[in-house]
């Protein structure tokens, strides 16, 4: 009964490709899509050559670092990222955070495991961190994105997700109105932590987009202030560490 209760629900609700919004059709038979095909092959993977700290992808296959991370140190030891945040994805995200798309988290949390499964594996990760949202703007949109996200990456990889250790204690305008410096004098100090001594040895932050990486530097810096051991970064999606022609 439950079983066709399921396929019931796809029957009347079908769910919609996070790309093209087009509706997904599948067998009973067989396992529910998550995209359609023909965005799957659109889609712009992060690939090499890519920033050795925080995984932006590069123009120059000599270069080892972004232009960010060439000049600036950062607090997390490396960061990775899925897609190119541009085109399609870009317009995911929009539907996923300001339509209340939660479901397409599903299908971004398994792209992370399946692209960065062993990654995270190899570097021990006993903890994931979602961004958090003000709460001013948690009451606003109703969820965090990130949280979803690393909803869907903890139980694929039965890693425990912490929601309680972190928090955003000032609401920041908005990283992409800003430029540079303001992205970095935004979120002076916009985060603290629950306890002074967080005894966790690797934590794994997790957002939706990264841009200049203040964002997670900031958060990686409040948790090494109080007592982390390492932090990576993964995020769906992620800017070039290069300027366009």
């Given at each position: 009964m439950k079983i066709y209760c399921k396929h019931l629900i796809r029957l009347l609700f079908p769910p919609r490709c996070p790309f093209c919004d087009g509706?997904?059709?599948?067998?009973?038979?067989?396992?529910?899509?998550?995209?359609?095909?023909?965005?799957?092959?659109?889609?712009?993977?992060?690939?090499?050559?890519?920033?050795?700290?925080?995984?932006?992808?590069?123009?120059?296959?000599?270069r080892e670092y972004c232009f960010d991370c060439a000049r600036h140190?950062?607090?997390?030891?490396?960061?990775?990222?899925l897609w190119v945040y541009r085109g399609a994805v870009k317009e995911s995200i929009y539907r996923f955070k300001y339509h209340s798309r939660q479901e397409y988290a599903q299908f971004y949390g398994r792209e992370l495991v399946r692209v960065y499964g062993q990654w995270i594996k190899k570097r021990k990760i006993d903890a994931l961190i979602p961004i958090p949202?003000?709460?001013?703007?948690?009451?606003?949109?109703?969820?965090?994105?990130?949280?979803?996200?690393?909803?869907?990456v903890g139980r694929q990889l039965g890693i425990p997700?912490?929601?309680n250790i972190l928090f955003r204690v000032r609401d920041t305008k908005a990283q992409k109105e800003l430029n540079d410096e303001e992205r970095k004098n935004n979120l002076k100090k916009a985060f603290k932590t629950t306890s002074n001594?967080?005894?966790?040895?690797?934590?794994?932050?997790?957002?939706?987009?990264?841009t200049t990486g203040s964002t997670m530097n900031e958060a990686a810096g409040e948790l090494k202030r109080s007592g982390a051991g390492e932090i990576y970064c993964l995020s769906v999606s992620i800017g070039r560490g290069y300027q366009e022609e």
């Open positions: 509706i997904l059709l599948s067998s009973i038979f067989l396992p529910p899509k998550l995209v359609c095909d023909d965005c799957r092959g659109k889609l712009e993977y992060v690939g090499e050559p890519a920033c050795k700290k925080c995984g932006k992808p590069l123009e120059d296959e000599r140190a950062f607090d997390f030891a490396q960061g990775k990222a949202l003000s709460k001013r703007r948690l009451r606003r949109r109703g969820f965090n994105q990130a949280e979803c996200i690393a909803r869907e997700v912490y929601t001594k967080v005894q966790l040895e690797h934590i794994l932050l997790i957002d939706d987009i990264y």
